[in-house]
């Protein structure tokens, strides 16, 4: 499978530029230029910075410099210390993967269709000429399946008109449910051979997100070792899930103890379709809370990492710094060099 040089092990800066007050401590000081020293000795070759539209936007559109000159400042330390960066629209207007935010209408209304392609235009004028060591995220985690044919229209569109401006930089394209490894078979053929794939995973949920009070199936108390059947994690899953998440693919002897055979078995169809196609495949966000057990977590990391490398698939590990899975926190500190290791 073709692999995307320069983003094959990354590091997600959440909770700096989105999802977040936005206050000007927030923006000045959550991330430092010496947060950028330490990473580059981690083994990286990139950072994820997710931003939302309203650190660059006012709210009726118009362009705030403040925002824009956070982004410089981010870009400019990834060049001093040799990081690539991927730009990552984590929040556009009238769209967010989280309901909370009470954006809506993206996906019908043309108004917002066209806010969010001249956003990008904006990007392509002011940060194009990065474009050796910089990467666009169109948008994270598109929701619901029944947004895929809009979706892969507005995405399309939007490709188009920041190649007008930048004709080569690499776009990153992600799918539904969340950027769903499943989805990634209904995301649009590739306009160029700088067009990447797109996921996210955070499976099995069971393990990853282990107490996470925002997900509303999850009692806060609720703990899952890593060190099981196969067998039992698709029982438990179905017990705490339901149907909510599809059928997951099965491994063939299902009494095996958990480990790589999982990863192998849920990217195999998207690994044919990026091979299929000539595209790099990347994972945008992967990682285990900081509720699970240390030990565990180790044990998640190698065994993804293991099925990562085997296809070449780039990824970038959420998240730095607190979000719940912060890696400079002190729940990781025992385990951190286990965990660079595998990124």
Partial sequence: MKRWIGYQRGVNLGGWFSQCDYSKERLEHFIGKEDIAELSTWGIDHLRVP????????????????????????LDWCGEYGLNMILDLHK?????????????????EEEYQERFYRLWEEFARRFGKYQDRLAFELLNEVTDQS????????????????????????????GYWNNNVR??????????????????????????????????EMTPDFRFAFDQSFQTYYDTMDVVFGDAFG?????????????????????????QVADERE????????GVIDLADPADTVKWYQAIHEVFEEYGIGRA??????????LSGEHYQGILEEIKANL
Avoid at 98 to 107: K, R, T, V
Avoid at 202 to 208: A, E, M, Q, R, V
Avoid at 317 to 326: L, V
């Fill in 51 to 74: 931003v939302d539209y309203n650190l660059v936007e006012e709210e009726q559109g118009g362009y705030r410099e403040d925002g824009f000159a956070y982004i410089q400042r981010i």
């Fill in 92 to 108: 556009t207007a009238g769209y967010s993967f989280d309901a909370g935010e009470q954006e809506d209408g993206f996906f019908v």
């Fill in 147 to 174: 947004y895929g044919a809009a979706w892969n229209r507005i995405s399309d569109t939007c490709i188009r008109r920041i190649r007008n401006i930048v004709p080569e930089i690499d776009i990153l394209v992600g």
């Fill in 183 to 216: 989805a990634v078979k209904d995301l649009a053929l590739p306009q160029d051979d700088h067009i990447i794939y797109n996921f996210h995973c955070y499976d099995p949920l069971i393990f990853t997100h282990q107490g996470a009070a925002w997900v509303k």
């Fill in 247 to 271: 059928e997951i693919p099965k491994v063939e002897n299902m009494d095996r103890t958990f480990g790589p055979d999982f990863f192998r078995a849920i990217f195999a169809e998207a690994v």
């Fill in 279 to 286: 595209v790099p495949l990347y994972c945008g966000e992967y």
């Fill in 317 to 326: 590990a959420w998240s730095y710094r607190e979000m719940d899975f912060g």
